[in-house]
C-alpha cells in the first residue's frame, strides 16, 4: 500500500497539527525522547549477550519487559493527546452543523464551512484509527511479553506518534497495487478487498474488478477505502478513488452520463448524472445504471437553454461533496471557475502580499499555498487611515495592512492560529505572497485591490452581528411560512366528502354540500391540464396531524341523488399500524383541485424565498444587504464614480438645464454609481419614470452589452416605464423584449414587443426564406428550412404557436432591455426564469411582497429599486387578515401588516444608498401643497415641494383645484343588503350629477376649439368596490342617455388600491362613510394615493361633519385640512339649484363646476 493522498486539514494550535496530520514540534520531541529512550535498551540488550545464558536471559527479560513498559507508556501518552483535539471536533462538528443551518450566513462562509466540515470527517476518521492503531500496539506489546518473544518485542518498531501511513480507515484515499486488493492482510492485520454492489439479488464486485483492469498502472490504482463492521476489514471502491486523485485533486473534467431531470430543493432545476473517472470507457445503458450519481443545477451546465436528454454524454467537474462522495450529497458543474468560490479566477489580477523575507519566514505560508489551502478572511479593521486585514490560510494567521493609495497589502506578522474556522470567510480573490523587494515589480490593479478591501470590511461588518442576522433571518423564514399557508388557502379549491358507506373496489360513494360533478367539470375546462386529483384523510402522527392521501380520483364522480356521487378511484391505500399514523375519525374527506395560475406564482414566490436562504443569487452581497441592511457600508463603482465626476450628459430636456432637476440628477448619479442596491422614493409625481428612462441610457451609453431587466409588481407600472423609454428612443425598440404569458394585460404599444410576437415574426422571415428557395429551385435548400421550421413550431392546441423552448431562450437572450413583472421572471416559459442582468430596475417597489421582489433581485447583479413606502403598501391576500391566518401565524401583525419590506429597506440602509425625490410636477399647486403638507411633512420639514407652476386656463374648474362637495344626507348600506362591500347611493348620483354638469361644460369648449380640444382625463375612485359598481352603473346610463360624454371625457372607474401608479386630470373620490368607524378611510397611505391622482381638478364627495367629528375622536385631522382648504359647496337645495349650478359652466367667466 503506498501513502495515502487525501490526508485531513488543519485547524490550530496543538489541535490544528491533527487536520494537516503533522507533527507539532512536541510531538517531533516525544518521538525523539522514545527513540533515545530504546536505542539504549536495545545497546545494554545486546551487551549481554557476552553475560552467561542464565544471567543473559533474565536480563533480556528485564530489559524487554522495561522496553515495553516504556512503549506504553509513551502510546498511552500519545493516545491521551488525542482525546483533547477529538473533544475540540466534536465542539467543532456542533458548532459547523449550526452554522451551517443558519440561512444567513454568506455564501463566502458557507463555502468555506463546506470545506471545513468535509476534511472534518476525513480527521475524525483518521483520528479514531489513531486509537485503535494504539490499541492494537499495546495488545501486541502484550501478547509478545506473556508469550516470551523478547527477541521479537525487542525489535518491534516503536510506536508512531501519527498513524502509520498504510494502516487502513474509512474515507481514505490511496493507491494500491493488484495483489493488496485481493484480500490480502497487511502488517497490522488489516485485510483490502473489492467492494461488492448489489446486482439483482446477489452482491458482486465484478463492477469495481471491471474498473480495476480498466486502469493503466495495475501497481498503483487509486482507491478509496470503506470501513465495514468488522475493524480489520475493509472495502475498497476504485470508482471514487480514481475520481478523488484524477479530478477531484487535478480539478479535471470527468465523463457524466445525463439520467433524468430533476428538481432539488436546494439548488434549484437540474439533471441527475452518472459520473465516471476519465480513465474508463462507458457504454449509454452502462452508464445510466451505475457510475456516482451527482446532481447537476441547470445553472451550471454549460448551456441552461438546453434541455439535456437521458443518455446523454457531457464532461463535469465535481463540485460540492463530502468525503465519501455519496450519491445524495455531491454536485457537479460544468464551469471550470466555479471552483473557485465567488467567481474569483486566474484571469483577474491577484492581490499581492508583500513582506520582508529577512523578518518572516515566509516558507510555511508558500507551503500552505502549495498544498492547496485557500485564502480567508478573518478580520479586518479601520484604524484612523489604515486598513488592519487578518487572513489565514491553513494553520497560519496572517496580520496585514494598507494605507491610503496602497495598492498591495503589506505582512506585518504570521502565527500558528487556534481553532477558528467557523470565522473565516473564503476569499474571492487570489492572494499572491511576494518579497517586498519585487513589490514594484509587479501589475496591481487598483481597483481590484479597492474591491478586496471593501468586501474585506463588508463580511467584517455582517458577520460580527450574529445575533442581529439570525432575528433578521427569522423575518425570511417567516415569510416562507406565510407563502406555505396561503398555498394550502388558496391554491387550491377544496371539495370536503362524507362517506356514504365504506369504499368498495374501484367505487366509494360520499356526500358533497356541492354540485361536485358540475365544478370539477367547470375546473377542468379552465385548466391548462387535467391534474391528477387525490382523496386525503387527516391523520395524527408523531409529530402532529397531517392530510395523506389515500387513493387517486379516475374521472368524473357519477351522480347519484342531490348531494350523492359515486367516485371510481384506482384503489384505497391507508397506512397501517406499523406506519405509526391513527385516522381522525370526526374530519371529513378532502378532494382538492389545484388552481393552476394562482398556485403557480404561489409556487414560484416560495422556490424563491428558498432560493434567497440557500444562497442562490448572482450577486451574494445582495443577499446580506436585504438580511441586514443597517449593517451594509456603500461600496461605489469607480468607473461610475470617474463617469459621474467627468459629467453625465442629460437626455431629459427640462434636466439639461443645470438649475433644474438638481435633486433627481443627483439620485439617478447615486444610483448608478452605487455597486450593489440603491432605493429610490418616489413621491407623486416626483418623476420616476424619468427617471428610470435616463437611468436605461446612462447605462447603455457606458456599456452598451448590458442586460437590464425593467420590473414591477404591476404590468403598467413596466408599460409605463417601456413606453416612455420608446417613446424618447424610438430606434432602440428591437432592443427591447416583453415578457409575458397574456397579451391583454399588456399595454397595446408594447405588442410588437411581446415575446410571442418576435418569435412569430421570426416564424415567419423563415418562411418568407422556404418561399425564395422554392421559388429560385433551390429544392435542397428549401427542404432544409421546411426540416428546420417543422422541428421548432407546432401549432397549438388551443391556437397558440408552440415553439421549441431552446430557440426561444437563445432569441431572448439577444434583448439588452427586458421588461416584466415579478412573478412573471418566473416562469419556465422561454427559459425566464434563467435570466440573468446586470441591473434590475424595479418600480412601484414599495407595493411588492417579499418573495415577489426576491424573484427579479436574485438573477440581478446590481439593484435599483424604486417606491414609496408613504403610499399604499403591498396587496395583502385577504385570507392573511382573517382569525383563523393570526391564529397559526401569530406574528403577521408585527411582521408584515404594518410596514413593507421596501420601508425596511430604505429606513435602514445607510444615506449614501438612498435618496428621495423632492419636486413634484404632476399636481397643480393646492392639490400639491394639501398632499405635501398633510403626508410629507416630518417634524416642520415638508419634503416635498411643487416644481413648477401650471397654466389653468384649459382646466375644468380653474379657479378651484380642490373642492368639496358635502353629501350630508347620503346613508352607507351593505351592497345587496347583505355585504360586505358598502355604497352611497346619494354620493354616486352627486358624482353622476357632476359629470353632467361638466359634460355639458366640455362639449361647448369643444365646440368653441374645435381640433384644438383635448379631452378631460377622469378618475372616479372609492375605497370600497361596491360604490365602484354603483357608479359605473349611473355612467352607463348617462352615456346612454347623451353621447357626448365619452367624447370629451375619458372615464375610468375604480378603487384607491387599484389606481396606484395612475393619475388623470380630473378625480372625483368618493368617501362613502355616514357612520360607525372610518379607520379605513384615515388609512395615510390609501388617502395619501386619493390625494395625489389629479394633475388639475380634486374634487372629494362625503360627509364632511360626519367625517370631521369622527377623526376627532382618533386625533387625527386629515379631513378637517381638506375641507379647510377646498372650496366648500353645501348640498343643492331645490331643483332651481340644480340647475342654477348646471348653467354655471356655461359663462365662461365662471369657474365654479
Same mark, same amino acid.
Given at each position: 500500500?503506498?501513502?495515502?493522498?487525501?490526508?485531513?486539514?488543519?485547524?490550530?494550535?496543538?489541535?490544528?497539527?491533527?487536520?494537516?496530520?503533522?507533527?507539532?514540534?512536541?510531538?517531533?520531541?516525544?518521538?525523539?525522547?522514545?527513540?533515545?529512550?530504546?536505542?539504549?535498551?536495545?545497546?545494554?540488550?545486546?551487551?549481554?549477550?557476552?553475560?552467561?545464558?542464565?544471567?543473559?536471559?533474565?536480563?533480556?527479560?528485564?530489559?524487554?519487559?522495561?522496553?515495553?513498559?516504556?512503549?506504553?507508556?509513551?502510546?498511552?501518552?500519545?493516545?491521551?493527546?488525542?482525546?483533547?483535539?477529538?473533544?475540540?471536533?466534536?465542539?467543532?462538528?456542533?458548532?459547523?452543523?449550526?452554522?451551517?443551518?443558519?440561512?444567513?450566513?454568506?455564501?463566502?462562509?458557507?463555502?468555506?464551512?463546506?470545506?471545513?466540515?468535509?476534511?472534518?470527517?476525513?480527521?475524525?476518521?483518521?483520528?479514531?484509527?489513531?486509537?485503535?492503531?494504539?490499541?492494537?500496539?499495546?495488545?501486541?506489546?502484550?501478547?509478545?511479553?506473556?508469550?516470551?518473544?523478547?527477541?521479537?518485542?525487542?525489535?518491534?518498531?516503536?510506536?508512531?506518534?501519527?498513524?502509520?501511513?498504510?494502516?487502513?480507515?474509512?474515507?481514505?484515499?490511496?493507491?494500491?497495487?493488484?495483489?493488496?486488493?485481493?484480500?490480502?492482510?497487511?502488517?497490522?492485520?488489516?485485510?483490502?478487498?473489492?467492494?461488492?454492489?448489489?446486482?439483482?439479488?446477489?452482491?458482486?464486485?465484478?463492477?469495481?474488478?471491471?474498473?480495476?483492469?480498466?486502469?493503466?498502472?495495475?501497481?498503483?490504482?487509486?482507491?478509496?477505502?470503506?470501513?465495514?463492521?468488522?475493524?480489520?476489514?475493509?472495502?475498497?471502491?476504485?470508482?471514487?478513488?480514481?475520481?478523488?486523485?484524477?479530478?477531484?485533486?487535478?480539478?479535471?473534467?470527468?465523463?457524466?452520463?445525463?439520467?433524468?431531470?430533476?428538481?432539488?430543493?436546494?439548488?434549484?432545476?437540474?439533471?441527475?448524472?452518472?459520473?465516471?473517472?476519465?480513465?474508463?470507457?462507458?457504454?449509454?445503458?452502462?452508464?445510466?445504471?451505475?457510475?456516482?450519481?451527482?446532481?447537476?443545477?441547470?445553472?451550471?451546465?454549460?448551456?441552461?437553454?438546453?434541455?439535456?436528454?437521458?443518455?446523454?454524454?457531457?464532461?463535469?467537474?465535481?463540485?460540492?461533496?463530502?468525503?465519501?462522495?455519496?450519491?445524495?450529497?455531491?454536485?457537479?458543474?460544468?464551469?471550470?471557475?466555479?471552483?473557485?468560490?465567488?467567481?474569483?479566477?486566474?484571469?483577474?489580477?491577484?492581490?499581492?502580499?508583500?513582506?520582508?523575507?529577512?523578518?518572516?519566514?515566509?516558507?510555511?505560508?508558500?507551503?500552505?499555498?502549495?498544498?492547496?489551502?485557500?485564502?480567508?478572511?478573518?478580520?479586518?479593521?479601520?484604524?484612523?487611515?489604515?486598513?488592519?486585514?487578518?487572513?489565514?490560510?491553513?494553520?497560519?494567521?496572517?496580520?496585514?495592512?494598507?494605507?491610503?493609495?496602497?495598492?498591495?497589502?503589506?505582512?506585518?506578522?504570521?502565527?500558528?492560529?487556534?481553532?477558528?474556522?467557523?470565522?473565516?470567510?473564503?476569499?474571492?480573490?487570489?492572494?499572491?505572497?511576494? #518579497? @517586498?523587494?519585487? $513589490?514594484?515589480?509587479?501589475?496591481?490593479?487598483? +481597483? &481590484? !485591490?479597492?474591491?478586496?478591501?471593501?468586501?474585506? /470590511?463588508?463580511?467584517?461588518?455582517?458577520?460580527?452581528?450574529?445575533?442581529?442576522?439570525?432575528?433578521?433571518?427569522?423575518?425570511?423564514?417567516?415569510?416562507?411560512?406565510?407563502?406555505?399557508?396561503?398555498?394550502?388557502?388558496?391554491?387550491?379549491?377544496?371539495?370536503?366528502?362524507?362517506?356514504?358507506?365504506?369504499?368498495?373496489?374501484?367505487?366509494?360513494?360520499?356526500?358533497?354540500?356541492?354540485?361536485?360533478?358540475?365544478?370539477?367539470?367547470?375546473?377542468?375546462?379552465?385548466?391548462?391540464?387535467?391534474?391528477?386529483?387525490?382523496?386525503?384523510?387527516?391523520?395524527?402522527?408523531?409529530?402532529?396531524?397531517?392530510?395523506?392521501?389515500?387513493?387517486?380520483?379516475?374521472?368524473?364522480?357519477?351522480?347519484?341523488?342531490?348531494?350523492?356521487?359515486?367516485?371510481?378511484?384506482?384503489?384505497?391505500?391507508?397506512?397501517?399500524?406499523? #406506519? @405509526?399514523?391513527? $385516522?381522525?375519525?370526526?374530519?371529513?374527506?378532502? +378532494? &382538492? !383541485?389545484?388552481?393552476?395560475?394562482?398556485?403557480? /406564482?404561489?409556487?414560484?414566490?416560495?422556490?424563491?424565498?428558498?432560493?434567497?436562504?440557500?444562497?442562490?443569487?448572482?450577486?451574494?452581497?445582495?443577499?446580506?444587504?436585504?438580511?441586514?441592511?443597517?449593517?451594509?457600508?456603500?461600496?461605489?463603482?469607480?468607473?461610475?464614480?470617474?463617469?459621474?465626476?467627468?459629467g453625465l450628459e442629460w437626455q431629459d430636456k427640462n434636466w439639461q438645464d443645470p438649475g433644474k432637476a438638481a435633486v433627481a440628477k443627483r439620485i439617478v448619479e447615486e444610483a448608478l454609481t452605487e455597486s450593489n442596491l440603491y432605493l429610490i422614493q418616489g413621491p407623486p409625481g416626483t418623476g420616476k419614470t424619468t427617471c428610470i428612462v435616463e437611468l436605461l441610457y446612462q447605462i447603455f451609453a457606458a456599456a452598451p452589452e448590458s442586460r437590464v431587466l425593467v420590473v414591477s409588481q404591476q404590468n403598467t407600472a413596466v408599460d409605463n416605464a417601456l413606453d416612455r423609454y420608446l417613446e424618447r428612443y424610438p430606434d432602440r425598440r428591437k432592443n427591447v423584449v416583453r415578457m409575458g404569458g397574456d397579451i391583454s394585460k399588456v399595454q397595446a404599444s408594447l405588442h410588437p414587443n411581446m415575446t410571442e410576437t418576435i418569435l412569430s415574426d421570426y416564424l415567419t422571415s423563415r418562411q418568407q426564406e422556404y418561399s425564395r428557395s422554392v421559388a429560385l429551385h433551390m429544392d435542397a435548400r428549401a427542404a432544409l428550412v421546411q426540416d428546420w421550421i417543422e422541428s421548432v413550431y407546432s401549432p397549438g392546441d388551443d391556437g397558440r404557436p408552440r415553439f421549441d423552448e431552446e430557440l426561444t431562450e437563445l432569441l431572448v437572450n439577444d434583448y439588452p432591455v427586458v421588461g416584466a413583472t415579478c412573478v412573471g421572471m418566473a416562469s419556465r416559459r422561454h427559459g425566464t426564469d434563467r435570466l440573468v442582468f446586470d441591473v434590475c430596475i424595479m418600480d412601484e417597489g414599495g407595493r411588492s411582497t417579499v418573495p415577489e421582489m426576491l424573484i427579479p433581485l436574485m438573477r440581478s447583479r446590481k439593484a435599483i429599486i424604486i417606491g414609496d413606502h408613504f403610499q399604499l403598501p403591498p396587496s395583502i391576500a385577504a385570507e392573511l387578515r382573517e382569525a383563523d391566518a393570526r391564529e397559526t401565524l401569530p406574528f403577521l401583525e408585527e411582521t408584515f401588516l404594518k410596514t413593507s419590506f421596501f420601508e425596511q429597506l430604505y429606513t435602514n440602509l445607510p444615506d449614501g444608498c438612498r435618496g428621495m425625490l423632492r419636486e413634484q410636477y404632476r399636481m397643480v399647486e393646492p392639490i400639491g401643497d394639501l398632499v405635501a403638507d398633510l403626508f410629507y411633512t416630518h417634524q416642520g420639514e415638508r419634503r416635498l415641494v411643487n416644481g413648477r407652476v401650471h397654466d389653468r386656463q384649459k382646466f375644468l374648474d380653474p379657479g378651484h383645484p380642490l373642492r368639496w362637495v358635502d353629501v350630508p344626507n347620503g346613508r352607507q348600506t351593505k351592497e345587496n343588503g347583505k355585504g360586505p362591500s358598502l355604497l352611497n347611493a346619494e354620493e354616486a348620483k352627486a358624482i353622476r350629477l357632476y359629470l353632467q354638469v361638466a359634460l355639458d361644460f366640455l362639449a361647448i369648449r369643444k365646440e368653441s376649439l374645435g381640433c384644438e380640444f383635448r379631452k378631460k382625463t377622469v378618475a372616479v375612485i372609492t375605497p370600497y368596490g361596491a360604490q365602484k359598481r354603483s357608479i359605473k352603473e349611473l355612467l352607463a346610463d348617462l352615456a346612454a342617455t347623451d353621447a357626448r360624454l365619452y367624447e370629451v371625457m375619458s372615464i375610468e372607474v375604480d378603487t384607491v388600491d387599484s389606481f396606484q401608479g395612475s393619475e388623470a386630470d380630473v378625480v372625483l373620490y368618493s368617501t362613502v362613510r355616514t357612520y360607525g368607524s372610518i379607520s379605513f378611510l384615515l388609512d395615510r397611505q390609501r388617502l395619501n394615493v386619493a390625494c395625489s391622482r389629479a394633475r388639475e381638478n380634486l374634487v372629494f364627495f362625503g360627509a364632511s361633519e360626519f367625517l370631521r367629528d369622527q377623526e376627532s375622536r382618533s386625533k387625527q385631522s386629515l379631513f378637517s385640512q381638506i375641507v379647510d382648504r377646498a372650496t366648500f359647496r353645501p348640498p343643492h337645495k331645490s331643483e332651481a339649484s340644480r340647475r342654477d349650478a348646471e348653467n354655471s359652466p356655461r359663462d365662461r367667466h365662471r369657474t365654479n363646476v
Open positions: 500500500m503506498l501513502p495515502a493522498l487525501v490526508a485531513g486539514i488543519v485547524i490550530g494550535a496543538s489541535v490544528v497539527a491533527y487536520l494537516y496530520d503533522r507533527m507539532t514540534d512536541e510531538e517531533e520531541a516525544l518521538q525523539e525522547e522514545l527513540r533515545r529512550r530504546n536505542a539504549e535498551l536495545r545497546r545494554r540488550y545486546s551487551a549481554s549477550v557476552d553475560d552467561d545464558r542464565r544471567r543473559q536471559a533474565i536480563k533480556r527479560k528485564q530489559l524487554a519487559t522495561e522496553m515495553a513498559a516504556t512503549r506504553r507508556e509513551y502510546c498511552l501518552r500519545f493516545r491521551e493527546r488525542v482525546n483533547t483535539p477529538l473533544q475540540e471536533f466534536q465542539e467543532l462538528a456542533v458548532t459547523l452543523k449550526t452554522s451551517l443551518s443558519d440561512p444567513t450566513i454568506s455564501s463566502y462562509r458557507r463555502n468555506a464551512l463546506r470545506l471545513l466540515q468535509a476534511r472534518l470527517e476525513d480527521t475524525g476518521n483518521r483520528l479514531q484509527a489513531y486509537r485503535n492503531y494504539c490499541d492494537w500496539y499495546l495488545k501486541q506489546q502484550e501478547w509478545l511479553s506473556e508469550h516470551g518473544r523478547f527477541e521479537t518485542l525487542i525489535s518491534f518498531p516503536d510506536p508512531s506518534v501519527r498513524l502509520p501511513e498504510d494502516w487502513y480507515y474509512g474515507g481514505k484515499v490511496a493507491v494500491a497495487s493488484v495483489t493488496e486488493l485481493d484480500r490480502v492482510r497487511n502488517g497490522y492485520g488489516q485485510m483490502l478487498e473489492l467492494l461488492q454492489e448489489r446486482v439483482g439479488g446477489d452482491y458482486s464486485d465484478a463492477t469495481q474488478r471491471a474498473l480495476m483492469l480498466q486502469y493503466p498502472d495495475q501497481e498503483a490504482i487509486p482507491v478509496q477505502l470503506l470501513a465495514q463492521k468488522n475493524p480489520h476489514f475493509f472495502k475498497a471502491c476504485i470508482l471514487r478513488g480514481a475520481l478523488y486523485v484524477e479530478h477531484v485533486l487535478e480539478q479535471l473534467p470527468c465523463t457524466g452520463i445525463v439520467r433524468k431531470a430533476k428538481r432539488h430543493d436546494v439548488f434549484g432545476d437540474g439533471y441527475i448524472v452518472q459520473c465516471y473517472p476519465g480513465f474508463c470507457t462507458v457504454g449509454r445503458q452502462q452508464g445510466l445504471n451505475g457510475g456516482l450519481s451527482a446532481f447537476l443545477p441547470r445553472s451550471e451546465s454549460s448551456f441552461p437553454g438546453k434541455r439535456y436528454l437521458p443518455g446523454e454524454k457531457i464532461e463535469v467537474f465535481l463540485h460540492y461533496y463530502d468525503l465519501l462522495l455519496s450519491n445524495g450529497n455531491t454536485t457537479v458543474t460544468q464551469y471550470r471557475e466555479s471552483l473557485d468560490v465567488g467567481g474569483k479566477s486566474s484571469a483577474s489580477a491577484p492581490v499581492f502580499l508583500h513582506a520582508d523575507a529577512s523578518k518572516h519566514d515566509l516558507y510555511p505560508l508558500i507551503e500552505e499555498a502549495a498544498q492547496g489551502a485557500v485564502w480567508c478572511l478573518y478580520s479586518c479593521v479601520e484604524r484612523q487611515d489604515r486598513f488592519c486585514v487578518t487572513l489565514q490560510i491553513g494553520a497560519w494567521q496572517v496580520e496585514a495592512e494598507a494605507g491610503p493609495g496602497d495598492i498591495q497589502l503589506q505582512l506585518v506578522d504570521t502565527a500558528r492560529t487556534s481553532i477558528r474556522s467557523v470565522d473565516l470567510d473564503e476569499l474571492p480573490f487570489s492572494v499572491r505572497l511576494i #518579497d @517586498r523587494r519585487f $513589490r514594484d515589480h509587479v501589475f496591481c490593479d487598483a +481597483l &481590484r !485591490f479597492q474591491e478586496f478591501l471593501q468586501f474585506c /470590511n463588508q463580511q467584517t461588518r455582517y458577520g460580527e452581528d450574529v445575533t442581529g442576522r439570525k432575528a433578521a433571518g427569522e423575518f425570511f423564514s417567516r415569510w416562507s411560512k406565510v407563502t406555505d399557508y396561503l398555498l394550502e388557502e388558496n391554491g387550491y379549491e377544496t371539495f370536503w366528502l362524507t362517506p356514504d358507506r365504506d369504499p368498495e373496489e374501484g367505487q366509494w360513494d360520499c356526500r358533497c354540500e356541492t354540485d361536485l360533478r358540475s365544478d370539477l367539470q367547470r375546473l377542468i375546462e379552465k385548466a391548462f391540464f387535467k391534474p391528477q386529483l387525490f382523496l386525503e384523510e387527516r391523520y395524527m402522527s408523531a409529530s402532529g396531524e397531517r392530510w395523506l392521501r389515500i387513493g387517486e380520483l379516475i374521472g368524473l364522480p357519477e351522480s347519484l341523488e342531490k348531494g350523492l356521487f359515486r367516485l371510481s378511484h384506482a384503489g384505497i391505500r391507508r397506512p397501517g399500524a406499523y #406506519d @405509526r399514523y391513527e $385516522r381522525i375519525e370526526t374530519m371529513p374527506l378532502r +378532494l &382538492r !383541485f389545484p388552481l393552476g395560475g394562482e398556485l403557480a /406564482n404561489l409556487g414560484r414566490q416560495r422556490e424563491a424565498l428558498q432560493a434567497f436562504m440557500n444562497g442562490r443569487l448572482q450577486n451574494p452581497v445582495l443577499q446580506q444587504i436585504l438580511i441586514m441592511p443597517a449593517g451594509y457600508v456603500p461600496q461605489p463603482d469607480p468607473v461610475w464614480e470617474a463617469r459621474v465626476g467627468q
